[in-house]
């Protein structure tokens, strides 16, 4: 049987349980998402989901929550500039990296202390792109 990847459906990162409210103003007010109504039959579990662009993003809410430092979700934006300056009006901490040619990229903790990466393309150098980008190129 052949199979292939499409790409990432969604991805869930975590956040103190009880932390709802914390949750939606990070993403809908400070990074302008859409939170999402999850389906009737998956109602039951505590999570919120945000709608990220190509991908739905689920924050599960959980009694024993950490943070992770270096795994991480890494957001393709476009206009990095009005994000930091949206981050700087809402006081959120972030550090640019100037480490990855082509883009750039920013990283913060402010979201419970896991570290999130956001970035914007230049010009993304075609080792760092997928089968699926050279081809869309052609």
């Given amino acids: 049987m052949t199979f292939s990847f499409k790409g990432l459906d969604h991805m869930q990162i975590t956040a103190p349980l009880g ?13 302008g998402c859409k939170e999402m109504e999850k389906p009737e039959s ?23 929550f950490h943070a992770e430092k270096r795994g991480h979700p890494a957001f393709e934006i476009t206009n990095i500039a009005g994000l930091m300056d949206r981050l700087k009006e809402y006081n959120v901490p972030f550090e640019e990296d100037y480490n990855l040619p082509g883009a750039r990229r920013f990283y913060t903790y402010a979201f419970f202390g896991h570290r999130m990466e956001f970035l914007e393309w230049q010009v993304k150098p075609e080792a760092m792109m ?6 869309s190129m052609k």
Avoid: Y
């Avoid at 932390?19 to 990074?31: D, G, Q, W, Y």
């Avoid at 999570?47 to 009694?63: A, M, N, R, T, Y």
């Fill in 42 to 64: 998956l109602s039951h579990f505590e999570s919120l989901w945000f709608d990220v662009g190509k991908h739905i993003l689920h924050v599960g809410l959980e009694e024993n």
């Fill in 19 to 31: 932390s709802e409210a914390e949750t939606r103003k990070f993403f809908t007010e400070i990074l």
């Fill in 130 to 135: 997928t089968d699926v980008e050279k081809a």
